[in-house]
């Protein structure tokens, strides 16, 4: 499909008297409407990220500080960091500070920056962590949840 030159077109608009010319109404109503083609498809914002970064694994209407909140701020949250081995979930800077706080039992970081999927935080997840009970005590968290909290340590990864 080709396109009218476009000087005849902006003529329209530097000389208003060019648009009673009936043959010009045309070419203005063409501008027109590829001009309405070519945004009417813009997004606009980004009120569902997901769509486009390629999606998460957490549930719809889920999120990782939403997992955290219900299952670990109950023993790791400002307030009772003292009885949750003295980890804080709740304050600022989360995933990056599990990168440089050490596991009571390893004396390693939390999470692992090399392979932030291999880390200590989220093998405390699972059934056997390696080092002391599985988190959160007394339950766990399904696959979709261990997911979604996997995609977002690595996605907190620091840059090096």
Known sequence: MSFPP?????DLFANPSAARRPYR????????????ATTAGCAGGLDEPERFTGGS???????????LQAQCFSCHS????????NLDLQAAGLPGRL???NAQCTSKPLADSANPSQ?????????????????????SLN???T????????AGKPSP
Request: net charge neutral; with cysteine; hydrophobic share 45%.
């Open 99 to 101: 990168y440089t706080t």
């Open 6 to 10: 476009l000087a005849p077109v902006l």
């Open 119 to 139: 880390s200590f935080f989220l093998k405390k997840l699972t059934p056997s962590p390696g080092c002391g009970a599985q988190m959160p005590q007394g339950s």
């Open 78 to 85: 400002t307030e009772t960091k003292a009885t949750g081995a």
């Open 57 to 67: 694994s957490c549930a719809p209407g889920t999120t990782a500080s939403s997992i």
């Open 147 to 154: 997911a979604c909290l996997t995609d977002w340590l690595v």
């Open 25 to 36: 109404a045309p070419l203005a109503t063409l501008f027109a409407a590829a001009l309405l």
């Open 143 to 145: 696959a979709a949840d």
